[in-house]
C-alpha cells in the first residue's frame, strides 16, 4: 500500500472513532478532559480518547498542534522530544520520525516512531491531524531507541459554533510501544499523559499572541 491511500485510511479510520460512541470507558476525567479507552481493534492494546474544550480559537489550536518540524509541539509536549520531516508525499501528506523521551520514571525506554502523516481539513472548520506507522527506506531502525508502532492516532480540532475562542479538540492514541513493558506500565501511562497532554495544550495556546 502507498502513502497515499494509507494516509486516506487513516483519516477515515479516525473519523470514525470520533463518530462511533459505543464501547468507550471513561478511565480519567478532570476540569480540561475525559479520557476514555476501548480494545484496539488495530492491535492487542488499547485505543485512547481524549476529548476536552481548550480557549482558544482553532487556528490557535491548531498552530501548536500541526505536525510541522521546527513547530510548536516539541516545545510543550512533554512526550514529543523531537519531529523530523523524512519526505513529503503532497502537500497534504508527509512521512515523519518523532522521537519520545524515557517516560515512567525511566522505565519507559527513549522511543521513535515512523509515521504517514495526513492533515485534512473540513468544510465545518474542523482540522485534523492523522497518523499511522509506515517503514520508510532512511530511517530504519536505530542503536539507543526502541522502534514503537503507531496505529491510526492523531487530533481534531472542531470550531464550537458559537464559541470562536474555544476549540472541542479530540485526540486518539494507539500505540505499541514496543520492547518488552509490563501491560499494567502502559495502561497507567496513557491516561494520565493525555490528561497532561490537555493541560500543556492549553497553556501553550494561552501563550501564543493573538493569530
Not at 10 to 26: F, T
Not at 145 to 163: K, L
Amino acid at each position: 500500500m502507498d502513502y497515499k491511500d494509507k494516509a486516506k485510511e487513516v483519516g477515515d479510520c479516525l473519523l470514525s472513532y470520533k463518530r462511533d460512541e459505543s464501547g468507550w470507558k471513561v478511565c480519567k476525567k478532570s476540569n480540561d478532559v475525559i479520557v476514555s479507552w476501548r480494545p484496539s481493534s488495530e492491535f492487542p492494546g488499547n485505543v485512547y480518547k481524549g476529548e476536552g474544550i481548550v480557549s482558544g480559537s482553532p487556528e490557535k489550536v491548531w498552530e501548536c498542534l500541526k505536525p510541522v518540524p521546527n513547530g510548536l509541539r516539541v516545545k510543550w509536549d512533554n512526550n514529543v522530544k523531537k519531529f523530523e520531516l523524512l519526505e513529503q508525499i503532497t502537500e497534504d501528506i508527509s512521512v515523519c520520525r518523532t522521537v519520545t523521551p524515557s517516560a515512567a520514571m525511566g522505565i519507559i525506554a527513549p522511543r521513535d516512531f515512523v509515521d504517514v502523516i495526513l492533515v485534512k481539513q473540513y468544510e465545518d472548520g474542523t482540522i485534523s491531524s492523522n497518523a499511522t506507522n509506515m517503514s520508510h527506506p532512511s530511517c530504519p531502525p536505530q542503536s539507543g531507541y526502541v522502534r514503537g508502532f503507531n496505529h491510526p492516532c492523531g487530533c481534531i480540532c472542531v470550531p464550537i459554533s458559537g464559541e470562536p475562542n474555544k476549540t472541542q479538540v479530540f485526540s486518539f492514541f494507539q500505540t505499541d510501544l514496543g520492547g518488552f513493558l509490563p501491560r499494567s506500565v502502559v495502561d497507567s501511562f496513557f491516561p494520565s499523559s493525555m490528561a497532561e497532554f490537555y493541560s500543556n495544550l492549553a497553556k501553550a495556546v494561552k501563550s501564543l499572541k493573538d493569530l
